[in-house]
């Protein structure tokens, strides 16, 4: 069997490795710097998230038309069609009333913490399983944050989901600075053996 030598040997592998876990870590720190000026600024957040969402919308909308002009010979092709100019009605509302969508949007989701947590309690309340404290609090968490964002809605539409983008960017952001360190980390404890 021979071996390769040069850039492509182990030595090279390495090096990839350790660039590509590099950019890992620097596409972290920007999601991080990202997440932080989020949570500064939540009422520019939520409006940039809006618009992000209904132009996803917008372009899905387009994509998923033209896909079901092509497949217009199937059976899925009125399914298609309709999907499609949903997606690109509720991309052109949401454009054109970002305030009234993240309204909406903060709505449902308080409405869905609500829900959820209530469920989530009595589901605890009910099994009282192993987890049964870390279920409870959980369970009473996400009844008590519904609440506080109806209590103040629709106000609270300006930074709710402004604010839940930005801390997911954060977190995002710091797994793949974790992600990015521990596997160079890896990498050079596999390399020096």
């Known amino acids: 069997m021979a071996r390769s030598t040069g850039a492509a040997g182990p030595r090279g592998d390495t090096a990839k490795l ?3 876990f590099g950019i890992l ?17 939540t009422a520019a957040a939520t409006l940039t998230t809006m618009l992000l969402f209904g132009w ?26 309709v999907v499609a100019a949903l997606n690109i009605a509720a991309g052109v509302v949401i454009i054109k009333t970002p305030e009234a969508a ?13 829900t959820g947590g209530l ?4 589901g ?6 192993p987890q049964f404290g870390w279920t409870l609090v959980q369970g009473a968490f996400g009844p008590l ?10 106000s609270s539409s300006q930074y709710v989901i402004g604010t839940f983008f930005s801390l ?21 404890m596999v390399a020096g053996r």
Do not use: C, K
């Open 102 to 114: 993240a309204e909406a949007l903060t709505m449902f989701a308080a409405l869905l913490f609500l």
């Open 25 to 41: 870590a620097l596409l972290g720190v920007i999601l991080v710097v990202a997440g932080l000026i989020g949570l500064i600024y």
């Open 18 to 20: 350790n660039r590509s």
């Open 124 to 129: 605890s309340l009910v099994v009282r399983g």
């Open 56 to 81: 996803l919308l917008l372009v899905g909308g387009i994509v998923g038309l033209l896909h079901a002009v092509q497949a217009r010979q199937t059976n899925f092709f009125w399914l298609g069609v």
């Open 168 to 188: 997911s960017l954060l977190f995002d952001g710091l797994g793949l600075i974790a992600t990015g360190y521990g596997g160079r980390r890896v990498v050079g």
């Open 145 to 154: 944050l519904g609440i506080l964002v109806l209590a103040t809605w629709p």
């Open 119 to 122: 469920f989530r309690l009595a």
